[in-house]
């Protein structure tokens, strides 16, 4: 079961980029948002611009549909299914861009 759970994650990576790959990369290069330790973006920065906002939240909510999705196929809680992938996201953000520390701090990777 956790193979088809990390295929499913993988897959999920995979996906993400391709829908806002220019937008989301500048984005995280330039601080406004990074990957929080739940499995979603989260704001770095609170002054970040609207459209950073609204990037924010496309994505989160395609996230959690997916989180969900893969949660029902294996049996698993939601929250697990993004636990798995936030794991995963940490290890395949680029250094110099942010992630949530186990204690909610932001930091460089």
Known sequence: ???????????LLLMM????AADLSTAKQ???????????LGLVR????????????????QRKAEF????????IAEAEAARIFAREAV???SPGNYIQSPS?????K
């Open 104 to 108: 909610g701090a932001w930091v460089k």
């Open 91 to 93: 290890t395949r953000t």
């Open 30 to 40: 330039q601080g406004w948002i990074g990957e929080q330790n739940n499995g979603y």
């Open 46 to 61: 609170s002054d970040a611009p609207a459209d950073v906002k609204a990037l924010l939240a496309s994505v989160n909510a």
């Open 1 to 11: 079961m956790k193979t088809l759970i990390k295929a499913c994650v993988l897959g």
């Open 17 to 20: 980029p391709t829908a806002f």
């Open 68 to 75: 969900t999705q893969i949660a029902r196929k294996n049996g």
